[in-house]
Nanobody
Framework: QVQLVESGGGLVQAGGSLRLSCAAS????????MGWFRQAPGKEREFVAA????????YYADSVKGRFTISRDNAKNTVYLQMNSLKPEDTAVYYC????????????WGQGTQVTVSP
């Protein structure tokens, strides 16, 4: 079955940077839209960023726009989330997600990686 494995999370001070990676176990990675979501304790999962299969279109939540950058390397079956100027409110478990090009919902999810931003 499809597997998504996130990595790169950790503890960082406010203003610092982290780069998250998500490796996908799928034969036709380029046929999928990739996204990043996050969930803080006691809160619902929220959208962070997404990138189309061709990497020509990207989408960002207003809360991270200008600070986070999503990218993908189809040859490596990997999607990245570069996070700069991190804030304490960015603290959450970050999840990688995947959907088909024709789909509207994200059907596959990783287990998440913890990002903690200290003041």
């Amino acid at each position: 079955q499809v597997q998504l494995v996130e990595s790169g999370g950790g503890l960082v001070q406010a203003g610092g940077s982290l780069r998250l990676s998500c490796a996908a176990s799928v034969r036709t990675f380029s046929n999928y839209v990739m996204g990043w979501f996050r969930q803080a304790p006691g809160k619902e999962r929220e959208f962070v960023a997404a990138i189309t299969w061709s990497a020509t279109n990207t989408y960002y939540a207003d809360s991270v726009k200008g600070r986070f950058t999503i990218s993908r390397d189809n040859a490596k079956n990997t999607v990245y989330l570069q996070m700069n100027s991190l804030k304490p409110e960015d603290t959450a478990v970050y999840y990688c997600a995947m959907r088909t090009v024709a789909g509207k919902e994200y059907d596959y999810w990783g287990q998440g990686t913890q990002v903690t931003v200290s003041p």
